[in-house]
């Protein structure tokens, strides 16, 4: 039953994506200053936003780990770690693909959004360091502390084009997403679709360390 729910969630991250680059490349209209480059945003912004998921919940399950010790809450913050990172890293480098094309330079130094999320970046991986560095169990606390501090970047990413003057552009508004329509409906699929694979990636993940504690258990037999 549980493997073919597996199968399930991924044949629907698999036909979400399908759906998802198809509207992104054919539906969505032509952005008439930068042209077809543009639609990379519809790649963009879902990375940043399952990258953001992802971070929070190693966050949630940093703090449920520490009020109850049950480790299975550790490697769940530990799994969803190594997909946010997965996808930030992606986030990056779509972000500055789109960065050459609209602004003429890789990575525009001192803009805050790119300076706080490179920090956000840095943070997790050297979250992953730390828990690559230590055995299992003995590092958990300290790995679910860096975790939640770590998250706080989240909402400075988020909230820094509006606290400081930044080149990039303000998409969700007071009053929804600032885009016509066909725009918005593309981008809510790509951050649907997007959410799904997370999902499909964070239980295979998920399998894997299952499938390592089983291995574990049978070598101290």
């Not at 049950?70 to 769940?76: C, E, I, P, T, V």
Request: hydrophobic share 55%; net charge positive.
């Amino acid at each position: 039953m549980r493997w073919k729910l597996v199968y399930l969630l991924d044949g629907a991250s698999l036909t979400g994506m399908v759906v998802a680059l198809c509207m992104a490349l054919l539906y969505a209209p032509t952005e008439r200053t930068m042209g077809s480059a543009q639609r990379i945003f519809y790649i963009h912004v879902p990375l940043a936003w399952v990258s953001f998921l992802a971070f929070f919940v190693v966050f949630l399950g940093g703090i449920i780990f520490l009020r109850t010790r049950d480790l299975r809450w550790d490697k769940l913050a530990l799994s969803s770690a190594e997909v946010g990172v997965l996808f930030c890293t992606l986030m990056l480098i779509t972000g500055a693909i789109w960065a050459k094309v609209a602004w003429g330079v890789w990575w525009p130094w001192g803009d805050p959004r790119l300076t706080t999320t490179l920090v956000l970046w840095l943070i997790y991986l050297g979250y992953m360091l730390l828990r690559a560095l230590s055995e299992e169990g003995r590092i958990a606390k300290v790995a679910a502390v860096f975790g939640i501090v770590g998250f706080l970047d989240v909402p400075v990413v988020f909230f820094s084009v509006r606290w400081w003057r930044s080149i990039h552009g303000v998409v969700v508004t007071s009053r929804g997403l600032n885009l016509d329509l066909k725009m918005a409906s593309t981008l809510w699929v790509c951050l649907a679709a997007f959410t799904l694979l997370y999902a499909c990636l964070l239980l295979h993940r998920l399998l894997l360390e299952e499938a390592g504690d089983e291995l574990s258990r049978i070598g101290r037999r």
